[in-house]
């Protein structure tokens, strides 16, 4: 199980605040392990806030993986995405980030995360990264 950053949590937080800040990616075990077979999440509500300017970034992440024994429990990887709302970081990093966090967590055959950031500025970026676990 593993987690981005995860900030202090205050008695004034409401308790949805005080799940994100407290959440990790909490896995359970694979229900068909050697069954070859294709989960997607899609979260289509993520932000997180340009290092640079400061201003809001939105997308929509696709999580696309094949699970060896672990499975991320849906509930879980809501609230890590939700954990990024505030921090300054870039498209780039924010994928990649993500893809590093759901592999440590549970060890995918192969994942593909993208990022599919809404325009702004007139620019639209889409970020692609994957991950394919080393056979002996």
């Excluded at 950031?117 to 639209?124: D, Q, Y």
């Amino acid at each position: 199980m593993t987690s981005s950053i995860q900030p202090e949590t205050q008695p004034d937080m409401k308790y949805g605040e005080r799940l994100i800040a407290e959440g990790e990616l909490i896995t359970f075990p694979n229900p068909r392990p050697g069954r070859r077979y294709t989960i997607a999440i899609t979260l289509p509500e993520f932000t997180c806030k340009c290092p640079f300017s400061g201003y809001p970034d939105f997308a929509t992440i696709h999580v696309t993986y094949v699970p060896d024994q672990k499975v991320v429990e849906l509930k879980a990887i809501k609230l890590y995405i939700n954990s990024y709302r505030d921090r300054y970081i870039s498209h780039e990093e924010s994928v990649n980030q993500i893809l590093d966090d759901i592999v440590a967590a549970c060890n995918p055959l192969e994942i593909t995360v993208k990022g599919d950031f809404t325009p702004r500025g007139n620019v639209h970026t889409v970020v692609e990264v994957t991950h394919q676990k080393e056979t002996i």
